[in-house]
């Protein structure tokens, strides 16, 4: 048992029994843990199988690469609209915790032999841009080469920001606000 993470559930105010309940679940897997993120993270052989998400509403046991498990029961959901793929489990009390041990264990075990078998989640679908950050692209070279530069989830996030607004105005706005971050090969996160 890693110290660091014990102090984690030491110290939440939210879900300290449920996490409590669930960790010898994950050790018992056969994982490691530590803190990654902020979070207690489960790993294999130094690959990320899950980690442990304190939400208002719930206690998320989020798996990596849930999109690639069967989930049999039903119980993995995505984070949002744009996650691909991970996918993650509720629980909201300790008797979810223990109702579904045995499906923690199942599916542990099916997230392990993903890894090591080297699967990966298929590309991400063809970026659209907007039409606001398309045109304003086509107007600036430098902007567009800038952008093109940037990781695809970095293109993907500025590009998920500009959409978001409900008009063009606001829009066009949003891509004039970011467009120096962009130059400077920033991330819409990073400062």
Not at 3 to 18: C, G, L, N
Not at 153 to 176: C, H, I, M, P, W
């Amino acid at each position: 048992m890693n110290a660091e993470v014990e102090a984690y559930i030491r110290r939440s105010e939210k879900w300290p029994q449920e996490m409590t309940d669930l960790r010898p679940t994950l050790l018992g897997c056969g994982l490691t843990e530590e803190i990654k993120w902020g979070k207690p993270c489960y790993r294999h052989q130094g690959k990320n199988i899950v980690i442990v998400q304190e939400m208002n509403e719930f206690l998320a046991l989020m798996f990596f690469k849930g999109a690639l498990l069967s989930d049999p029961e039903g119980v993995l959901e995505e984070q949002g609209p744009n996650s691909r793929s991970a996918r993650r489990m509720r629980f909201t009390s300790t008797d979810d915790v223990a109702r579904l041990t045995d499906t923690v264990r199942a599916y542990i075990d099916e997230a392990i032999h993903v890894e090591e078998a080297g699967l990966e989640v298929g590309p991400a679908p063809e970026l659209v841009l907007v039409a606001e950050l398309e045109e304003r692209l086509d107007r600036d070279p430098a902007l567009n080469a800038a952008f093109e530069a940037l990781t695809p989830g970095r293109r993907r996030e500025y590009n998920l920001y500009f959409s978001d607004a409900k008009q063009a105005k606001t829009r066009q706005a949003r891509v004039e606000k970011y467009a120096r971050k962009i130059l400077d090969g920033k991330g819409f996160r990073d400062r």
